[in-house]
């Protein structure tokens, strides 16, 4: 899972939209959406915190993240979206967002276990 993956897995869990992101973090609608999407794959430490903080996650699920798809890229390769979603699974929960394995699919995977992200999805 990449930190844009993660960030839109968050904003859906909370049910936001990007103009409620954008609100509470002070980082544009179109730069919060490039960054859910992969077209911006280095969004900057200080856009990454201050996504982070208004979603309620630790700067260390960021870097989880960015730990999970290393491996994946250094045992493989390649970097598929449609790796086994974290998010719902094998974690035992929404990528640390309050809920848990009771809660419902997050919107990634929609409980199938495979990520559903497309990048170029529109959020």
């Not at 002070?26 to 490039?34: A, F, M, R, Y």
């Not at 859910?36 to 993240?65: C, H, I, N, Q, Y």
């Not at 094998?90 to 699919?105: A, L, R, V, Y």
Request: aromatic share 2%; charged share 25%.
């Amino acid at each position: 899972m990449t930190i844009g993956e993660l960030i839109a897995v968050a904003r859906e869990c909370k049910g936001w939209t990007l103009r409620d992101l954008e609100k509470a973090s002070g980082v544009s609608n179109p730069l919060i959406s490039q960054i859910e999407t992969g077209k911006v794959r280095d969004p900057g430490f200080v856009t990454v915190v201050r996504l982070m903080d208004a979603l309620g996650l630790s700067l260390d699920r960021a870097a989880k993240a960015e730990r999970e798809k290393l491996k994946i890229l250094r045992t493989t390769g390649v970097w598929k979206p449609e790796q086994p979603c974290e998010a719902c699974h094998g974690t035992g929960g929404h990528n640390g967002i309050k809920g848990g394995p009771d809660s419902p699919p997050c919107g990634i995977c929609g409980g199938s276990g495979q990520s559903t992200l497309i990048h170029g999805r529109g959020r």
